[in-house]
T-cell receptor, first 113, second 111 residues
Framework: DVKVTQSSRYLVKRTGEKVFLECVQD?????MFWYRQDPGLGLRLIYF???????EKGDIPEGYSVSREKKERFSLILESASTNQTSMYLC????????????FGEGSWLTVV | AQSVTQLGSHVSVSEGALVLLRCNYS??????LFWYVQYPNQGLQLLLK??????LVKGINGFEAEFKKSETSFHLTKPSAHMSDAAEYFC?????????FGPGTRLSVLP
């Protein structure tokens, strides 16, 4: 089975802190994604990466950055956390190719106080 | 631009009743379509996917969906709802290497 692991399920951070959300996949997938999920808004893409050291902005990249130094790991960074970044963050991965499925991690609940 | 709409943010059915969750897409190319389910405090799990092999797609847990090109729809159905089906359901379309998700439909199953 494909495994996408997010290192932290629940985090509480203070406004202005730098926050790292880590994600690891074990299926040698080329593509990795970070989504944000908010009630009534569904999933919104923050960033995605189709190869090591490559990244593309999604729909809502402002206030976020990402890092992909190794194929299996994709990190989301909040440079200076703000209360409006309180949300559920979902990491996902997939193979390249139209018919391939996207697999999700369990999610990270971030609260910024 | 490709997009996905799901009619009804919240659907309630009685246990044993038919489940119908609606999904319509817009796509300029033949679509690859997916349904995902999310249980409380968990990530999304794949229910089924359409990749042009057959218009009626069967998935896990008794769910199925039918691709109708003329209606640009990919509605999800299950003949008989079970309490364990209570969750949020997302329809998605693949766009290049990316995925576009609908806003989700929360399914409640009443005893």
């Amino acid at each position: 089975d494909v495994k996408v692991t997010q290192s932290s399920r629940y985090l509480v951070k203070r406004t202005g802190e730098k926050v790292f959300l880590e994600c690891v996949q074990d299926m040698d997938h080329e593509n990795m994604f970070w989504y944000r999920q908010d009630p009534g808004l569904g999933l919104r893409l923050i960033y995605f990466s189709y190869d090591v050291k490559m990244k593309e902005k999604g729909d809502i990249p402002e206030g976020y950055s990402v890092s992909r130094e190794k194929k299996e790991r994709f990190s989301l960074i909040l440079e200076s956390a703000s209360t409006n970044q309180t949300s559920m963050y979902l990491c996902a991965s997939s193979r390249q190719g139209w018919a391939n499925t996207i697999y999700f991690g369990e999610g990270s609940w971030l609260t910024v106080v | 631009a490709q997009s996905v709409t799901q009619l009804g943010s919240h659907v309630s059915v009685s246990e044993g009743a038919l489940v119908l969750l609606r999904c319509n897409y817009s796509s300029s190319v033949p679509p690859y379509l997916f349904w995902y389910v999310q249980y409380p405090n968990q990530g999304l799990q794949l229910l089924l996917k359409y990749t042009s092999a057959a218009t009626l797609v069967k998935g896990i847990n008794g769910f199925e969906a039918e691709f109708k090109k003329s209606e640009t729809s990919f509605h999800l159905t299950k003949p008989s709802a079970h309490m364990s089906d209570a969750a949020e359901y997302f329809c998605a379309v693949r766009v290049g290497q990316n995925f576009v998700f609908g806003p989700g439909t929360r399914l409640s199953v009443l005893p």
